[in-house]
């Protein structure tokens, strides 16, 4: 964190945050807020499995560790790089690989704890995270004395991990309210993180920073210009725009309150939407159900879609998960045409909800993919450039994506300079 642009504050009734220094010039479109590396952090099973346990890529994972058999890593410079950290879990990390994410998580700093002593009390790197411990007993108070009892059966034979009970209340406090979730370059999950500087970053409706990870690495931009002593907030849920869709999933783990004005508040209407929207959700979640029937499944997403428009406007955020999929199922089976018309549908939705968000810029980044497929070669430019300029706010210019998007548009035009105009225009936006 670059206290010469920001700095903390404490607001009561909601916390610690972070915000543009007031006395400072503010934060420009684009510019880097943190870049912090984890405190902790885990991958989800099924990931586990296929992905380094250091660098987190996608990768053939030769080398296991001789101790737990369960860390996996692309190569001996990873494994050499995360041996520290490793060793800290690997007497444990069998016992927890089947357990939930917060559960992994919280044994994870318990395992920090016990074997770097700093990291114990106030001088703990995340003393200064909020735990709402008083919060999550008034709203989940079963939850909380049931994660307490799985923790304690799980390390029965490891007591010395340990520790007195408001403590171990306060650690489960800070992973379930400022834990994140690692996304790669797809923006899939694969893992959670906890960070101690930018996990103080609070929610908000209309946010305007976003984070890329790197790895486990954390690196958070402005995606707006942030003026003096305005709040610096990112969106907790990346996959759903609005409020409409994330707070009852994240409000009981992450304490959210939503004061967008977007959020349904009637409780009729609610009730009546209830059944479309769990079947979208169920849908959408069924995907390897369907794995060697893909027409079968884009029978049945296009069929949810027909439901969905007898109930919900156009542009309802409701339809983006479902088009989402669609549009993977369509680039999965070169359907070239069906595809491109899903991403001018998503397009249209979440400009109405984002200006400057990675999934926007990730959406273009396909719809130039699949014009290309079609030889609409001037079409698939602009979607590219409009991409580069969006995910160069949100990654940075020097990011991997980003210089892919640079050479497919060298390629297309070499010797046209005119892409390079591009580079810092983000007014239309």
């Given at each position: 964190m670059d206290r010469e642009v920001v700095e903390l504050f404490s607001?009561?009734?909601?916390?610690?945050?972070?915000?543009?220094?007031?006395?400072?010039r503010g934060i420009r479109q684009g510019s880097l807020i943190f870049a912090e590396d984890a405190y902790i952090f885990t991958l989800d099973l099924e990931e586990s499995k296929r992905r380094c346990h250091f660098c987190l890529q996608k990768k053939t994972v030769p080398l296991v560790c001789y101790g737990c058999k369960y860390a996996r890593y692309c190569s001996e410079k990873?494994?050499?790089?995360?041996?520290?950290?490793?060793?800290?879990?690997?007497?444990?990390?069998?016992?927890?690989?089947?357990?939930?994410?917060?559960?992994?998580?919280?044994?994870?700093?318990?395992?920090?704890?016990?074997?770097?002593?700093?990291?114990?009390?106030?001088?703990?790197s995340i003393s200064n995270l909020m735990s709402h411990v008083d919060d999550i007993k008034r709203q989940r108070a079963g939850g909380l004395a049931a994660m307490m009892s799985t923790l304690h059966t799980t390390l029965k034979f490891h007591l010395d991990y340990l520790i007195d009970q408001e403590s171990l209340e306060k650690i489960i406090g800070k992973v379930m309210c400022n834990s994140f979730?690692?996304?790669?370059?797809?923006?899939?999950?694969?893992?959670?993180?906890?960070?101690?500087?930018?996990?103080m970053i609070n929610h908000s409706?209309?946010?305007?920073?976003?984070?890329?990870?790197?790895?486990?690495?954390?690196?958070?931009?402005?995606?707006?210009?942030i003026l003096p002593g305005e709040e610096d907030a990112k969106m907790e849920c990346l996959k759903c725009p609005r409020c409409s869709r994330q707070i009852p999933k994240t409000s009981a783990l992450q304490l959210l309150a939503c004061s967008c004005?977007?959020?349904?508040?009637?409780?009729?209407f609610l009730t009546d939407m209830e059944d479309i929207k769990n079947f979208a959700e169920n849908l959408v979640n069924s995907r390897k159900s369907y794995a060697n029937e893909p027409e079968h499944f884009l029978y049945l997403l296009e069929r949810c879609l027909q439901l969905q428009q007898e109930v919900f406007h156009d542009d309802n955020v409701t339809f983006v998960s479902v088009l989402e999929r669609a549009l993977d199922v369509c680039v999965e089976m070169?359907?070239?045409?069906?595809?491109?018309?899903?991403?001018?549908?998503?397009?249209?939705?979440?400009?109405?909800?984002?200006?400057?968000?990675?999934?926007?810029?990730?959406l273009?980044?396909?719809?130039?993919?699949?014009?290309l497929q079609l030889g609409r070669t001037a079409d698939a430019k602009q979607s590219l450039l409009t991409a580069k300029r969006l995910l160069t706010v949100t990654h940075g210019w020097r990011h991997d994506l980003v210089q892919h998007i640079r050479n497919v548009l060298t390629d297309l035009e070499p010797d046209d300079?005119?892409?390079?105009?591009?580079?810092?225009?983000?007014?239309?936006?």
């Amino acid at each position: 964190m670059d206290r010469e642009v920001v700095e903390l504050f404490s607001e009561p009734g909601k916390g610690k945050g972070v915000r543009a220094r007031a006395a400072g010039r503010g934060i420009r479109q684009g510019s880097l807020i943190f870049a912090e590396d984890a405190y902790i952090f885990t991958l989800d099973l099924e990931e586990s499995k296929r992905r380094c346990h250091f660098c987190l890529q996608k990768k053939t994972v030769p080398l296991v560790c001789y101790g737990c058999k369960y860390a996996r890593y692309c190569s001996e410079k990873c494994q050499e790089h995360d041996q520290q950290h490793h060793m800290m879990e690997c007497d444990v990390i069998n016992l927890i690989s089947g357990l939930a994410s917060n559960l992994k998580m919280v044994v994870a700093a318990l395992c920090k704890m016990h074997h770097l002593a700093v990291e114990r009390g106030q001088l703990s790197s995340i003393s200064n995270l909020m735990s709402h411990v008083d919060d999550i007993k008034r709203q989940r108070a079963g939850g909380l004395a049931a994660m307490m009892s799985t923790l304690h059966t799980t390390l029965k034979f490891h007591l010395d991990y340990l520790i007195d009970q408001e403590s171990l209340e306060k650690i489960i406090g800070k992973v379930m309210c400022n834990s994140f979730a690692i996304l790669d370059d797809d923006h899939q999950q694969i893992g959670t993180a906890l960070y101690a500087q930018a996990s103080m970053i609070n929610h908000s409706c209309t946010p305007n920073c976003v984070p890329v990870f790197i790895g486990s690495r954390i690196e958070i931009r402005a995606a707006r210009v942030i003026l003096p002593g305005e709040e610096d907030a990112k969106m907790e849920c990346l996959k759903c725009p609005r409020c409409s869709r994330q707070i009852p999933k994240t409000s009981a783990l992450q304490l959210l309150a939503c004061s967008c004005g977007y959020k349904l508040t009637s409780g009729d209407f609610l009730t009546d939407m209830e059944d479309i929207k769990n079947f979208a959700e169920n849908l959408v979640n069924s995907r390897k159900s369907y794995a060697n029937e893909p027409e079968h499944f884009l029978y049945l997403l296009e069929r949810c879609l027909q439901l969905q428009q007898e109930v919900f406007h156009d542009d309802n955020v409701t339809f983006v998960s479902v088009l989402e999929r669609a549009l993977d199922v369509c680039v999965e089976m070169e359907e070239w045409q069906n595809a491109l018309e899903y991403a001018e549908r998503l397009e249209r939705i979440l400009r109405v909800y984002l200006q400057n968000d990675i999934g926007l810029g990730l959406l273009y980044k396909t719809k130039g993919v699949i014009q290309l497929q079609l030889g609409r070669t001037a079409d698939a430019k602009q979607s590219l450039l409009t991409a580069k300029r969006l995910l160069t706010v949100t990654h940075g210019w020097r990011h991997d994506l980003v210089q892919h998007i640079r050479n497919v548009l060298t390629d297309l035009e070499p010797d046209d300079e005119t892409t390079l105009d591009h580079e810092n225009d983000f007014s239309n936006l």
